[in-house]
Nanobody
Framework: QVHLVESGGGSVQAGGSLRLSCAAS????????MGWSRQAEDKEFEFVAS???????KYLDSVKGRFTVSRDNEKKRVYLQMKNLKPEDTAVYYC?????????????????WGRGTEITVSS
C-alpha cells in the first residue's frame, strides 16, 4: 500500500515563500509521475504542478514562475517550492501519485492521494 504524507503547510504573508514536501512509501517511487493539486474554499479543485518520472514538469498558468516542483527519488519525496505567494493561493494542497510515469494535470491520472496540508496566505 502506498502512503503519501504531505508536510510544510502553514500561514504566510503575501509575497512570502513555503516549501511543501510529500513523502511516499510502498512502491518504486521513481517509476511514477507525481502531482500537486489544491482545493480552496468555494473554488474548483485544480492541479498546480506535475512531474514525470523523468523529471518533466507542468504548471498551472497562474503559478508559472512562482511554483517549482521537484523530486528526490532516493528520498522518495516530491517537493513544491512556492514563492511570491498570493492570498488566492490559500488552499489545502494535496500530493498525488500517478498510475504511471506520466505527469497528468487531471484527477483521473492519479491513483494515490495524500491527506493534504493547508496553506493560508494573508494580505
Amino acid at each position: 500500500q502506498v502512503h503519501l504524507v504531505e508536510s510544510g503547510g502553514g500561514s504566510v504573508q503575501a509575497g512570502g515563500s513555503l516549501r511543501l514536501s510529500c513523502a511516499a512509501s510502498g512502491r518504486t517511487f521513481s517509476s511514477y509521475g507525481m502531482g500537486w493539486s489544491r482545493q480552496a474554499e468555494d473554488k474548483e479543485f485544480e492541479f498546480v504542478a506535475s512531474i514525470t518520472s523523468g523529471g518533466v514538469t507542468k504548471y498551472l498558468d497562474s503559478v508559472k514562475g512562482r511554483f517549482t516542483v521537484s523530486r528526490d527519488n532516493e528520498k522518495k519525496r516530491v517537493y513544491l517550492q512556492m514563492k511570491n505567494l498570493k492570498p488566492e493561493d490559500t488552499a489545502v494542497y494535496y500530493c498525488a501519485e500517478s498510475w504511471n510515469g506520466l505527469g497528468s494535470m487531471r484527477v483521473e491520472g492519479y491513483s494515490r492521494w495524500g491527506r493534504g496540508t493547508e496553506i493560508t496566505v494573508s494580505s
